[in-house]
Nanobody
Framework: VQLQASGGGLVQAGESLRLSCVAS????????IGWYRQAPGKEREGVSC????????YYRDSVQGRFTISRDNAKNTVYLQMNSLKPEDTAVYYC?????????????????????WGQGTQVTVSS
């Protein structure tokens, strides 16, 4: 599967963005999809993931209650709705895919676990 992320941009604090991750191939519905982000000078960190059915999701503590992940398997697309954005959300956001469908409510795999990455989309939040 190949992943294409989009939807990033420059917004002010408190505003919203919706990221999209579109996958090619016919196995998208079998895979867990996640979002990682990387800010300048920092390591990549897992933001959110969703399993193939959409029944299990994960959010890191700092985005809980502000971000919502969802998927439309008919469109091979996963969305990350980001509300109440903060300057500390500024980063390049990457979507990732996992053929083993691993996404648990309390955790998501570390970055090295994923071997399928989309190109990043830049999110910049000004104060």
């Amino acid at each position: 599967v190949q992943l294409q992320a989009s939807g990033g941009g420059l917004v002010q604090a408190g505003e919203s963005l919706r990221l999209s991750c579109v996958a090619s191939g016919n196995v998208f519905s079998l895979q867990a999809i996640g979002w990682y982000r990387q800010a300048p000078g920092k390591e990549r960190e897992g933001v959110s993931c969703i399993n193939r059915s959409g029944g299990s999701t994960y959010y890191r503590d700092s985005v809980q209650g502000r971000f919502t992940i969802s998927r439309d398997n008919a469109k091979n697309t996963v969305y990350l709705q980001m509300n109440s954005l903060k300057p500390e959300d500024t980063a390049v956001y990457y979507c990732v895919a996992d053929a083993h469908n691993l996404c648990l409510r309390g955790t998501m795999p570390v970055a090295v676990y994923y071997d399928t990455w989309g190109q990043g989309t830049q999110v910049t939040v000004s104060s």
